[in-house]
């Protein structure tokens, strides 16, 4: 029997998701037509073996509840949300509810970052893990650039064992261009191995008397007990050549749906509603005039309406919007209950990973450049927005429930 942790922070977490998280929690913003962690249930539930999924974060359960109640019937695998008291680091919480994941007894366990996005070739590192007896952890890793290595974890291996030789949670200068993707497989003997690092912290905290100190029950995954592990053949690392990327800022979010629309390929309807160009995910309660053109790269949620004439583009919009007759929607992201009027462009800028790299990630540039001035990326217009008839809006973020008055290009519009 297997199981299954994913990670997903709190509400502290993810700031710079923000826009974007102020209604929904950035675990449950759906990309592709799915709440992103359900991207990694999917995955979990198509094992045979996992048995249990296990999520913890510090949201109240009561954000967690109904989503949690429906993976449940639609997945029929055990589903938890175990909240953490206090955020207890991505090491802290996993500790504190190390019975709930021993419970049963489990061959080993999958630990996922719910913020990554990849097609989680589970099976495969189960295997990995399972030909290392000696591998308490077993890293899913992949090559990014030298100079983008070091917002990362980064590993060293052994060329022919693959066991890590060296690890450094985000270095200051370059280590290795093997990164973490922030999915693993584990030992249920980790437990051990964290029980001295928790051990080490206890003693760092009282005899700082608790001073400048975190919670006592803190403990950093990476740094605590990753980095403990490198070199002691207990750590290892399978490298994947295939799609991978965080989901940290709003800008990732188109990025992550274009991909995860390329995996899944979701079904177009028999008949389509009206001229679509795939990939582009239809919720089936969306009312879609027939003379609008979507895609490609396009998620359309629950109850959104489409007029005529309407072009959208490598954008997201939900639940419940509105598009005007002939608005034009590219590189944005429209929240839930907005609305876009008549003829008027809603326009953002890729943040797309430099083609000319192999192994560039996505830049998750911050939302100011260094003159201050708003770094360009997709438009996001917050839950019940109205943008006007014949207005654009250019690179530009509108926070929820604001009726907007005029056009509008690089501002932030609280
Ligand atoms: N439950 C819980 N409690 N989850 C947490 C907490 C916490 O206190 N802190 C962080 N997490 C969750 C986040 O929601 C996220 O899913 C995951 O743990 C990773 O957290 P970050 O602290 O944001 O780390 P990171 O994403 O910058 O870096 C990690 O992931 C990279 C790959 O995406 C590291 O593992 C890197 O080494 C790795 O390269
Ligand atoms: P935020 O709360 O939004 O910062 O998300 P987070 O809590 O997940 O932040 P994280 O722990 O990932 O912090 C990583 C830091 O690395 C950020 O504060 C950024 O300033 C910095 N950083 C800058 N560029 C990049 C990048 O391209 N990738 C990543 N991962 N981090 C970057």
């Known amino acids: 029997m297997l199981k299954a942790v994913i990670l997903i922070g709190g509400p502290q977490k993810g700031t710079r998701f923000r826009p974007l998280s102020l209604d929904t929690p950035k675990p449950l ?13 999917a995955a979990c539930a198509k094992l045979q073996e996992c048995k249990e ?11 967690l509840a109904q989503f949690v109640n429906d993976m449940q019937k639609e997945y029929h695998v055990i589903i938890r949300y175990l909240q953490e008291f206090t955020p207890l680091g991505t090491g802290g919480g996993l500790y504190h509810f190390r019975d709930q994941i021993r419970a049963g007894n489990p061959s080993a366990f999958f630990l996922l970052n719910g913020d990554v996005c990849a097609a989680f070739p589970l099976k495969e590192l189960w295997t990995f893990h399972e030909e290392r007896p000696s591998a308490l952890v077993t890293i899913m890793g992949t090559e990014a650039t030298r100079q983008q290595s070091i917002y990362y974890g980064c590993m060293v291996r052994e060329a022919s064992t693959k066991a890590v030789t060296h690890y450094v949670e985000k270095p200051n200068t370059y280590v290795s ?25 206890q003693d760092g905290f009282y005899s700082a008397n608790g001073q400048n100190s975190p919670h006592p029950g803190y403990m950093s995954w990476e740094q605590d007990v990753l980095a403990p592990l490198a070199g002691t053949n207990k750590l290892y690392a399978m490298q994947v050549t295939n799609w991978w990327s965080q989901v940290k800022t709003a800008g990732s979010a188109i990025y992550a749906n ?58 997201i919009v939900l639940n419940n919007a509105t ?33 000319n790299k192999p192994f ?36 530009s973020i509108v926070l929820p429930h604001k009726h907007l008055t005029r056009s509008f290009k690089h501002e932030i519009i609280l």
Not at 30 to 39: E, R, S, T
Not at 188 to 200: K, P, Y
Not at 261 to 276: D, F, G, N, S
Not at 298 to 312: D, L, N, P
Request: with cysteine.
């Open 177 to 201: 261009t093997l990164i973490n993707c922030g999915v693993y497989v584990c030992s249920l003997q980790v437990f051990q191995t964290m029980a001295e690092a928790f051990q080490r912290k």
């Open 53 to 63: 999924i296990l999520i913890i974060g510090s949201y109240t359960t009561t954000q």
């Open 360 to 395: 560039a990630k996505m830049d998750n540039q911050p939302l100011f450049n260094s003159d201050g001035r708003l770094n360009p990326s997709i438009t996001i217009l917050g839950a019940g927005v109205v943008v006007p008839a014949e207005t654009i809006l250019l690179n």
């Open 29 to 41: 913003f759906p990309i592709a037509g799915l709440p992103l962690i359900q991207h990694h249930i």
């Open 323 to 355: 598009i005007h007759e002939h608005a034009l929607v590219m590189y944005s992201v429209v929240g839930q209950d907005a609305s876009v009027g008549e003829w008027s462009r809603v326009e953002g800028t890729p943040s797309d990973p430099d083609p």
């Open 258 to 315: 274009r991909h995860y629309l390329e995996l899944h390929r979701p079904k177009q309807p028999a008949t389509p509603p009206c001229h679509i160009l795939p990939d582009v995910f239809l919720h089936p309660t969306a009312t879609v005039d027939s003379t609008a053109v979507i895609g490609p790269n396009v998620s359309i949620g629950a109850g959104v309406t489409i007029k005529a004439g309407v072009r959208i583009k490598e954008s």
